[in-house]
C-alpha cells in the first residue's frame, strides 16, 4: 500500500487520540510515532524508543488497535516497533551509524559496530532530570564521575538500591553523556544478556557474542540479581569483566541489592564486583521528594500547587516511581475534568490510588490465571509434568510474564511452576522472547494476556 495513505490513515488515527487522550499522555507517548505501513493483517507503527514502544503496547493497545480499525474500516493488528535507525533494539547494532559514515566517504572508516546511539538512551533519563538529595547523593557523583572520564575514576561503579528509585535512569544518563560524545556503549539487562549468551550458543555465534561485548568503551549492565543461577553465564560475564577492565574500559552494574547479598553470585565475580565502587542509593527524604515532584510537573508542562505538592510527598514515600505515578494521574484526571488540581481532589485521588494498587496487586497467580484462561489449560497443568505441546507452549508464556511482568528471578519460576529448574525456565521464557517481535500470532496472545492482567 503506498506510503501516503499509510500516512493519512495514521494522521487520522492521531487525530482522534489526541481528542480521547489526556495532553500530557498525547504529548509523550504519541505525538513522535508514526504509521509506516500495512497490509491486510496488520497497521505497523513506529516510535522512537523501545521504552515508548512497550508503552503503547501495555497501555494503549485497544484504543489504538480500534481507532486504527474504525478509520480503515478493517480489523487489522497493531504492531508497534522501534524507529529503524533510531534504536539498537535489544542492544543490537543499528546500521545507521555504519552507512552514515560510509556515505560521507571519508578514507578512514571508523565503524563501532557495538556502541549504541544517543537515542538508544531514554531521553527523560538525563542527568539534568535527575533531582540530586542527600538519599542519592553519592550514586549521582559517581554516574557523573564515570560518564566524564570512563575508565579512570570507579572501575566498576556498582549502584544498588530497592525499585524505583533512579538507578535505570542513572545508567540511561551515563550512557547518554558517554554516546553523546562518540563513545561505543552498550546497555543491556542482566536478562538480555543471559539470553544472548544462551542465544549464542544455540546459534554456535558465542564468538559475535564475544565481539559484540568486549568492544564497548562503556558497559552499563542493570539489574544483575536477575542473572542469578546460570553457571556458564556467569562464566562469559567474568570473563566479559575481566577483558573490559584490562582494557581500561569502564563497567557500571546496578543491582537491588549489595554484592556480597548476591546468593547466587559466584564468588569471583562478587570479589570484582567490590573492585570499585559501591554506592547506594536511599529513598528520598521529604525535601527531595517535593523536588522530583516539583521538576516532574514541570516537564509534563504543568502547574501544580505547593500545598497538593506536599500532600503527595507525605503521602507516597517508598519509591520515585510511585510519586511520579500519583503526580501522573492527577495530572490526567484534571485534564480530563479540564479543572485544576486542587488539595481536595488531591487527597481523593491518593486515596483511589491506595485502593487500587490493593485491588489490582499483580501476582504470580493473577498471570497463571489469565494464561490458563487464555489458552484453555488448567492452572494445574501449567505447574504438573505434563508435556502436550499446548501445555509446554502456555507455560513458557507464563515464564516469560512471570519473568517480565514480575520481575521473578528463573529460580522462583522454576519453584512455582512446580520445581522446575531455573534453567528450563531461562530457556522458555527465552524461547517466548526470541519468538514474539517476530510470530504475529504470539504476539497478539501475549497481549491479550497482559491485557486480561492488568483490566
Ligand atoms: P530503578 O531502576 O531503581 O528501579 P528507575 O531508574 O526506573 O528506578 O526510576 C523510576 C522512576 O523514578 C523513573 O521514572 C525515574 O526517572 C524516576 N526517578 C528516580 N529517581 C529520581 C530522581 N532522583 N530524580 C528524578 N527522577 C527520578
Ligand atoms: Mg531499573
Known sequence: MNEQSTREIWKAVLGELQLQLPRPTFETWLKHTDGVSYDEHQFVVEAPTSFAVAWLERRMYNAIQKTVEKVTDRPLDVVFRVRQGHEAENGSVTSSGQTLELESGQDEIQVKPQAQPPAAFNPKYTFDSFVVGPSNQLAYSAARAVADAPG????????????????????????????????????????????????????????????????????????????????????????????????????????????????????????????????????????????????????????????VIELIAKRVHKNVRELEGSLNRMVAQAELMSEPITVQSASRILEELTADTERHAIDPERILEAVSNHFRVGTDSLLARGRTQKIAHARQVAMYLLINELEMTPTQVGRLLGGRDHATVIHGAGKINGEINEDTHLRRDVLSIKEAIFA
Open 152 to 307: 579512570k575514576s570507579y572501575n566498576p561503579l556498582f549502584i544498588y538500591s530497592g525499585v524505583g528509585l533512579g538507578k535505570t535512569h542513572l545508567l540511561h544518563a551515563i550512557g547518554h553523556a558517554a554516546a553523546s560524545r562518540g563513545l561505543a556503549v552498550r546497555y543491556v539487562t542482566s536478562e538480555q544478556f543471559t539470553n544472548d549468551f544462551i542465544t549464542s550458543i544455540g546459534n554456535r555465534t558465542t564468538e559475535a557474542f564475544r565481539q559484540r561485548y568486549r568492544s564497548v568503551e562503556v558497559l552499563l549492565l542493570d539489574d544483575v540479581q536477575f542473572m542469578s543461577g546460570k553457571e556458564q553465564t556467569h562464566e562469559s560475564f567474568f570473563h566479559t569483566f575481566n577483558d573490559l577492565h584490562n582494557s581500561g574500559h569502564q563497567v557500571v552494574i546496578t543491582s537491588d541489592r549489595p554484592p556480597k547479598a548476591l546468593a547466587l553470585l559466584q564468588d569471583r565475580l562478587r570479589s570484582r564486583f567490590e573492585w570499585g565502587l559501591l554506592a547506594d542509593i536511599q529513598p528520598p527524604d521529604l525535601e527531595t521528594r517535593m523536588a522530583i515532584l516539583v521538576s516532574k510537573a514541570k516537564n509534563l508542562g504543568i502547574r501544580v500547587g505547593e500545598s
